[in-house]
């Protein structure tokens, strides 16, 4: 493949009505160059309600770890939530006009009681500890509430990702109806999974461990290109891999999936999450090494509350990483496609070439 030409459309294999233009030429257009800026990673912040000392600031604890002394990692109510469990009424009229009750609950995860410390930079077990957290309080409002239907992780690091509060932290958001961009990979990888007896998930993992794969043309058989699939992977550990998205909606966007088919992150083990805090810490500062200024969101995908089980074979549990480097232009806007000015194998490579210590 010409990684320095490269126009085509990719056809996202978990949503297919997804699709992301790859132009590699496009970044060859002329622009100022910006040096990365200088983050300051300050321990303590006087004025900051989610440093450690100043609690009185803030709703008090719904979960603390440890429960006692000195924490580490914080739970609390979000004072500003996107859903709550008031109950308002809904005021608009019969008609076309439909709305459902924002019934949900919005809590603030304080990932570390250092304000200014990057998630690369956090030790293993702490990672691990945070991991267990998201875990544990999805497990709560799961157990706890029956009008929950899905919950929703997601950390939003710096301005330009949403980013209102400087002090590392992430939310999770437990809310009546399932988030349509998840019941999308729920209804196209399950219909993949009645047509096929595996899950996509699965295949995708496996192709990454494999040399190459061969597209031909639908309509002649001609063989049209060769794609080294191996090239997508950015770390691997014992029970995870990060990889590069064939079809990433961001330039430096890398998924982190369970290596062995598991649809629910409720059930992650201690172990397991031992491994994806290492795989995840050395992403990130893979991302951080050259991307610089590293502002991103991560969202964990995971199945919804139903009893029925019906996503248990077909889907897999991710973490989608979304480094945001560039603002969208109108055409992106417009068209709803996603455009990338750096191939998905170039960036993959990329990262990997950074030397990290064990």
Not at 6 to 32: A, F, H, N, Y
Not at 112 to 125: R, V
Not at 200 to 225: A, H, M, P, Y
Request: proline share 6%; aromatic share 10%; glycine share 6%.
């Amino acid at each position: 493949m010409d990684d320095d030409n490269i126009r085509e459309i990719r056809i996202d294999p978990i949503v297919p009505t997804q699709s992301v233009l790859i132009s590699t030429s496009r970044g060859k257009r002329p622009q100022m160059d910006e040096p990365f800026l200088h983050r300051d990673e300050p321990d303590y912040v006087q004025t900051c309600p989610f440093c450690l000392g100043n609690e009185h600031l803030t709703p008090p604890s719904l979960l603390q770890v440890p429960e006692s002394g000195k924490w580490d990692i914080r739970v609390v109510e979000n004072l500003y939530p996107v859903l709550d469990d008031d109950r308002l009424p809904v005021s608009l009229p019969p008609g076309m006009q439909q709305a459902i009750e924002g019934y949900g609950h919005h809590e603030v995860v304080i990932d570390h009681f250092n304000h200014g410390i990057p998630l690369q930079k956090m030790d293993q077990q702490h990672l691990a500890l945070l991991l267990a957290v998201y875990r544990d309080r999805m497990d709560f409002f799961y157990n706890n509430d029956p009008r929950v239907k899905y919950i929703l992780v997601y950390k939003n690091s710096g301005k330009a990702a949403g980013g209102s509060m400087e002090h590392t932290h992430s939310q999770l958001i437990a809310m009546p109806v399932v988030p349509h961009n998840i019941q999308d990979e729920l209804e196209w990888s399950r219909e993949f999974y009645q047509k096929n007896g595996e899950c996509i998930f699965c295949v995708l993992c496996n192709e990454t461990s494999t040399l190459k794969t061969t597209l031909f043309d639908k309509s002649s058989g001609e063989k049209r290109q060769n794609y080294e699939t191996g090239k997508y992977v950015v770390e691997r550990g014992k029970h995870f891999v990060a990889i590069k998205p064939f079809a990433s909606r961001y330039e430096w966007e890398v998924h982190i999936l369970p290596i062995k088919h598991q649809s629910s992150y409720l059930k992650v083990t201690a172990e397991e999450l031992d491994d994806l805090s290492w795989v995840l810490r050395r992403t990130m500062a893979r991302l951080q090494t050259v991307v610089g200024n590293l502002q991103y969101n991560y969202f964990f995908h995971s199945t919804p509350h139903v009893k029925d089980k019906k996503y248990a074979e077909s889907y897999h549990w991710h973490i989608e990483i979304c480094p945001r480097t560039t603002i969208p232009s109108g055409f992106e806007l417009g068209s709803g496609l996603f455009v990338n000015t750096i191939s998905p194998e170039e960036a993959a490579a990329k990262l990997r070439q950074v030397a990290l210590e064990d």
